[in-house]
């Protein structure tokens, strides 16, 4: 799987966002950035290491449990790149459905 590009998905992009944001305001930003970084950080590996992690709820994706960080990474595989469709709160509905 070397040589994959990484790209994120406009949904994966606002949860980015949305996730700084609150650890912006609930725990200042040396704690925001740590929780970036360690995302962005796994994406990279999920980049490079993709079928090791566990298939998705949904048809067509993997998922990516962070440790240490309450998130996971929801991603599809594709014959040239790597798509972060979503990042996920480990609580949400989200893994309710389907499971």
Known sequence: M??????????????????????????????ADRIID?????????????LVFRPGIRQGTRECVM???PYTLVYRIGSRRVEIARIIHQRAEYFQRGR
């Open 38 to 50: 360690a995302i962005l950080s796994q994406a990279k590996k999920i980049a490079a290491l993709g």
């Open 67 to 69: 440790t240490g960080y």
């Open 2 to 31: 070397p040589g994959k590009r990484l790209e994120y998905a406009l949904r994966a992009r606002r949860d980015l966002e949305a996730i700084e944001q609150y650890y912006l305001e609930v725990a200042g930003d040396v704690v």
